[in-house]
């Protein structure tokens, strides 16, 4: 998660719940894991899809906009985000007892994102300057996402690397393995992905349209 301290540049960082706050933010929305069985058709391999949805803020100025987000931004744990991404991540395949082993076929992982990121109703309204730096810090936001999902496809990615690795001798031994891999895999890239956050609070302060915003914010 992307900290943001409350509107003034000397103010000292909010908690959840201690003030007005604004986030860049990853959340795992839901992580499903779909019963291994002979049904599943074959397909194999990470496949993902993504979502995005607007919302609309209002305002002349960074300052009017920054307020406008803090009120329709999306509500992540307590604390307003300014853009959002989640994550639905859903494995199926099918077990197979060949030989000796017991194996899985046709594994998938699918990874639906959900992206809720902000749009200036009408960006006409601001000066050059400040659209131009609006426009910048969209570009910020947009690459942060796609950072955030290339985390979690590379994650994806060793998983299904591992999970064709597996050969028990019996497939109450490769169930029982494979969702202790899928659990870890969770676990481990949730942690990555909010290490990542953090790391890129400092950078979401630096952005010129946030630092104007924030100064504007002071002044009114």
Known sequence: MLAMPGQ?????????GDGPSMHLCWHMATAAVLLLGAHIPARGDVVSSTKVIYFDVVGSTPAEIYRNILDRGPRIGGSTALASIGTRTVQDGRI?????????????????????RPR???????SDTDRALWRDMNAF?????????DVLSACAVKLDDKMAALKPP????????????????LADCDEKQRSF??????????????QRARKGACKN
């Not at 007892?97 to 594994?107: A, E, F, I, Q, W």
């Not at 200036?120 to 601001?126: D, G, K, P, S, W």
């Not at 936001?141 to 999902?149: A, R």
Request: hydrophobic share 35%.
């Open 170 to 185: 019996s497939c109450d031994a490769l169930t029982q393995t494979a969702d202790g891999l899928w659990r870890r895999m």
């Open 141 to 149: 936001i947009q690459n942060h996402e796609n950072q955030h999902k």
């Open 96 to 116: 197979e007892l060949t030989g000796d082993s017991c194996v899985l076929k046709d594994y998938t992982i699918t990874l639906q994102f959900v992206i809720r």
């Open 197 to 210: 956050d953090a790391e890129q609070s400092r950078q979401l302060m630096l952005q010129p349209f946030m």
């Open 8 to 16: 003034c540049p000397d103010s000292v960082a909010h908690t959840a």
């Open 120 to 126: 200036i109703a009408n960006e006409e309204v601001l």
